[in-house]
């Protein structure tokens, strides 16, 4: 059998090299993605997404040291940080829509991205693995969509949509405030809730019956 028979155009250094330089491009632009997805939506995701560890300070410090100190970090926290990363995850979101969306309003667009965040950050509180199956939704859309069909997306008509972002600065503004004022509410339902189951394990302990040495109850 020749090897004319298997291989009709011949092997050439050059057609492999130039298959390879196509697979290592899909390669290296699939993985900086799926990177970027797995941080973006792991954080988004998480119910406490600033927690820090302030046990050894806590023990050193004064209670009303530690009071102030709480403050002045739940503040930084949610009305400083966290309406920076929401206007992060907006963007990430209201940019992945416009790909996604060919005929959709930069409008709409918005009130999808309003609604999903929304929902992601609400489905946190009641469970996390919940909020991240619903995070990486989009953004695994969009890669799945790009590799079976990547005539689907028209960077020309995203950028259209796009560019009416200035037309909707009132309407960005309001939809961060939703954000902020939504994740507060949640954080002191959360924390009532907390407090609650508390006060019931105290007093499920209060009513157990104590036990002499010998483990009869008395």
């Known amino acids: 059998m020749d090897i004319n028979d298997i291989f009709s155009t011949g092997l050439n250094v050059d057609d492999a090299l130039d298959l390879l330089y196509d697979v290592a491009v899909y390669v290296l632009g699939m993985s900086i993605y799926a990177v970027f997805v797995f941080k973006y939506y792991r954080f988004v995701a998480a119910k406490d997404m600033f927690a820090l560890d302030l046990s050894r300070f806590e023990e050193r410090s004064l209670r009303w040291a530690r009071s102030t100190l709480h403050v002045i970090l739940y503040v930084i926290k949610y009305l400083i940080v966290f309406p920076v990363f929401a206007f992060f995850w907006f963007a990430v979101l209201t940019l992945i829509l416009a790909f996604l969306s060919k005929d959709q309003t930069f409008s709409e667009t918005l009130l999808v991205a309003l609604a999903t965040v929304s929902a992601i950050r609400v489905t946190a509180y009641y469970d996390e693995d919940l909020s991240r199956d ?70 499920v302990r209060v009513d157990e019956p104590e036990e002499d040495a010998a483990g009869r109850e008395r």
């Open 134 to 203: 619903l995070a990486k939704i989009l953004p695994f859309a969009v890669l799945a969509i790009f590799l079976i069909d990547a005539s689907f997306f028209s960077v020309g008509e995203s950028l259209d949509i796009l560019k009416e972002a200035g037309d909707y600065s009132e309407k960005i503004v309001y939809s961060l405030g939703f954000i902020v004022a939504l994740e507060l509410v949640l954080r002191i339902l959360n924390g009532i809730v907390t407090a609650i189951s508390r006060l019931g394990q105290a007093a």
